[in-house]
């Protein structure tokens, strides 16, 4: 996500109507991270992560914590998947593989406990996500998990 892409103008035009419009605390600090490991190759990147910076402390979205009950929904995930399901398409050292699973059980589980579904181009990896929570809480609705909108 960057100023002036469409993915910023259906999350603007989004909150404008009124609907609820949220980032888990985990997918802000991959955004954030992914924008910081660039900036220094590009001044248009930089201004990027400060455009993020201040998007993510607006009103204009809803920062989802990583609290007690997502921590523990996301701790009882990682006890039921403690390896990546996806391990073989995913790149980096398998440190940086696991650690990229760990960031999307937290996310799957702060979406989760608070009551919104995800909106992701990672399908493959939410949806296991999703099929862990669904064995862990077998009587609760599941994670809804969507593809982004067609911009």
């Known amino acids: 996500m960057y100023p002036g892409n469409a993915h910023e103008q259906h999350l603007l035009e989004r909150a404008a109507a009124g609907d609820r419009v949220a980032f888990t605390a985990p997918t802000v600090m ?7 490991s660039a900036a ?30 997502a921590a523990v929904i996301a701790g009882r995930l990682r006890a039921a998947q403690p390896i990546p399901p996806t391990g073989a398409r995913r790149s980096g050292s398998r440190a940086e593989q696991r650690a990229g699973w760990v960031l999307d059980l937290q996310i799957a589980a702060c979406a989760y406990s608070h009551g919104y579904g995800l909106a992701t181009d990672n399908q493959r990896d939410m949806t296991e996500a999703r099929n862990l929570i669904r064995v862990l809480y077998p009587d609760a609705a599941p994670l809804d998990v969507q593809p982004p909108p067609s911009l």
């Not at 991959?30 to 910081?36: F, V």
């Open 40 to 69: 220094s190759a590009s001044s248009a990147l930089a201004a990027a992560l400060a455009w993020f910076t201040q998007l993510a402390g607006s009103g204009a979205v809803r920062v989802l914590s990583l609290d007690a009950a």
């Open 30 to 36: 991959e955004i954030s991270r992914g924008l910081a």
